[in-house]
């Protein structure tokens, strides 16, 4: 299940922070107003939050597409532009669609979470997190949401009964 904004649209250049980055005309950036919540709740600056949040957005963007791409690049609102591997150039985040758009919106949510959460406890509600997840993406996910346990309470709603791991299933 994507979230996608429905079929490709003509693409078009764009100028995000400086960098040349292959966008469309997908309509609305989720990845701005997700880096805003996170400038919002942590009181910092965009570049601040950006600088903090780039090697490990990198790392989870890798992980979550399996290597298809690398890293990301930010814009002056937040805007995130994903780096393909080999360097294939950057792509907006409003250019993806389906399935990477969904490790895309993953990864950019577990990095802001995991960097909120290093200054705010709070417990943590996932809703059926792993719903539609590939195997290895679905791996990479329990493995997060278990090391955010490490530190806190999290309460996981799912169907799913093969969660390794301390898990309780009501």
């Known amino acids: 299940g994507g979230r996608g904004d429905g ?3 003509g693409r078009t250049s764009s100028m995000m922070g400086g960098h040349g980055i292959e966008s469309t005309n997908a309509g609305a950036d989720r990845s701005r107003d997700l880096m805003q919540a996170a400038v919002d709740i942590l009181q910092l600056p965009t570049d601040d939050l950006a ?4 090697a490990r957005l990198a790392a989870h963007i890798a992980a979550l597409t399996e290597g298809a791409f690398v890293g990301a690049s930010f814009g002056p609102r937040g805007e995130v532009g994903v780096k393909r591997a080999g360097g294939g150039g950057t792509l907006a985040y409003p250019t993806f669609q389906g399935d990477e758009l969904d490790a895309i919106d993953t990864a ?13 406890r709070v417990p943590m509600i996932f809703d059926d997190p792993f719903e539609h997840l590939p195997p290895r993406r679905r791996a990479h996910v ?29």
């Open 7 to 9: 079929g490709a649209r």
């Open 51 to 54: 600088r903090t949040v780039s």
């Open 108 to 120: 950019i949510r577990f990095t802001l979470l995991e960097t909120i959460t290093r200054s705010l």
């Open 142 to 170: 329990v493995g997060e949401i278990g090391a955010l346990a490490n530190a806190m309470q999290v309460l996981i709603l799912t169907a799913r009964d093969d969660l390794p791991g301390r898990v309780a299933v009501f």
